[in-house]
Every structure is written in C-alpha cells, then in structure tokens.
C-alpha cells in the first residue's frame, strides 16, 4: 500500500534559525495537506497543495508540491516558540480517497 | 460550531472488557475516519467511512471494529482490547474523503491495563 515518510522525525532549533520538514511518497499523489499539532492538542489543518510544482506561502511558512508530485515540503523561516509542536503531511493517492500521513515532524524551538 | 467531538477524553480499563468510543460531528461531512497515534508512528489509520453504511478497513484494524448507521456518528468498538492498543485516538470527518481538509477531535487517551 502507500507509503508516506517524513523527515526528520525531530528537530531542535534556537529561536530565529530556519526549519525545514521533508514528505516522501511511494507513490504519485492527487494531493497533499499539511497539519500541524501543537503540544496536547489535536492536528489542525494548514494547507492543501494539488498542483505540481505548486509552492504557497503563509507567513514565515512556505509549501512546496514536488514536480512529479511525489514529495513535499514545508519551510519555516525564523522560527519563533509558537512554532513547537509536530508537523505532519498526509497524501492522497490518484486512485483512492484516502489520506496517508506521514510519521511526522516534532519541532522544538529554544528561545 | 462546527466540530468534532469525542467521548471519553481518557479511559483507562482492563483487558478483556469491552469498551466504545464516540465520534460525532455537525458538519453534515460524508467521510469519517478513526486514527491512532502512536510516538515514532504518525498517524494510522484505523478505519474509514465514506458515508452511512459504507466502512473500510485502514492500515491497522485488527482488533477495532466500527459501524455507521447515522451520518454525524462514527463509534470506534474495542470488543475485547488488549495492552497494545493503549494509545491516543483521534476522530476526523472531512466533506468528501482525501481530498478535502480533515477536521479532528480533541483525541481519546485509553490505556488498557
């Protein structure tokens, strides 16, 4: 079945250093969707990608939906300590409808 | 508000007895989904339901069964739970399946003693 793996599956930074999580699929995907879940909390929802190449930005976060469409990645420029927690991608594959997440990404961020 | 709500927040029992947990959602969404959260592990899928009385198994169903018989509920059944399904549940509902935001419950610790 699909795969979905993320890298790293820690990162500890120091306030103001840049952070980056990379998704890899098995196989080609329709979309990807990027959570966040903070300390105790559930994963909440940043954003979808569907195109490929496709590369959106929130703030200081910045998405990118690889050109086979079988890797993502999310970038955090400056990171500051609301940014703790895990990150996670999920992925849909082309032939099914359902979604595959990744193991994740804990951030920790030292002030 | 739209959400979705779990019941119980924790649970802790022993092996053997029969447990549910409760999974609604007020957003009229067609697809529910069970995960649990394991540390090292992401997010696996238990189960999912496209729409009322339509299931499929997820990547780790092995000792969960679920049933959905009204749109807003998704009961996620342990008939006789054991040890190594302590974990961290969490429910989701979308609109449509993969391909719509998922919206997810504030998570069910259980402990199975």
């Known amino acids: 079945g699909q795969q979905v793996m993320q890298i790293p599956q820690y990162q500890h930074v120091q306030e103001g250093e840049d952070f980056t999580t990379y998704c890899n699929s098995s196989?080609?995907?329709?979309?990807i969707q990027w959570y966040k879940q903070r300390p105790g909390g559930h994963p909440v929802f940043l954003i979808q990608?569907?195109?490929?190449?496709e590369v959106k930005k929130q703030k200081r976060l910045t998405f990118q939906f690889g050109e086979a469409k079988k890797n993502s990645s999310l970038h955090i420029t400056a990171t500051q300590t609301t940014d703790v927690g895990t990150y996670f991608c999920?992925?849909?594959?082309?032939?099914?409808?359902?979604?595959?997440f990744g193991e994740g990404t804990q951030l920790t961020v030292n002030p | 508000e739209a959400q979705v709500t779990q019941n119980p927040r924790y649970l802790i029992t022993v092996t053997g007895k029969k447990l549910t947990v409760t999974c609604s959602q007020n957003m009229n969404h067609e697809y529910m989904s069970w995960y649990r959260q394991d540390p090292g592990l992401g997010l696996r899928q238990i189960y999912y339901s496209m729409n009322v009385e339509v299931t499929d198994k997820g990547d780790v169903p092995e000792g969960y069964k679920v049933s959905r018989k009204e749109k807003r509920n998704f009961p996620l059944i342990l008939e006789s739970p054991s040890p190594n399904q302590t974990s961290l549940y969490f429910c989701?509902?979308?609109?449509?399946?993969?391909?719509?935001?998922?919206?997810f419950g504030d998570g069910t610790r259980l402990s199975i003693l």
């Open positions: 990608l569907v195109k490929s190449g």
């Open positions: 999920a992925g849909q594959e082309t032939s099914g409808s359902r979604l595959t």
């Open positions: 196989t080609t995907l329709s979309n």
């Open positions: 989701a509902s979308s609109l449509s399946g993969g391909s719509q935001p998922q919206h």
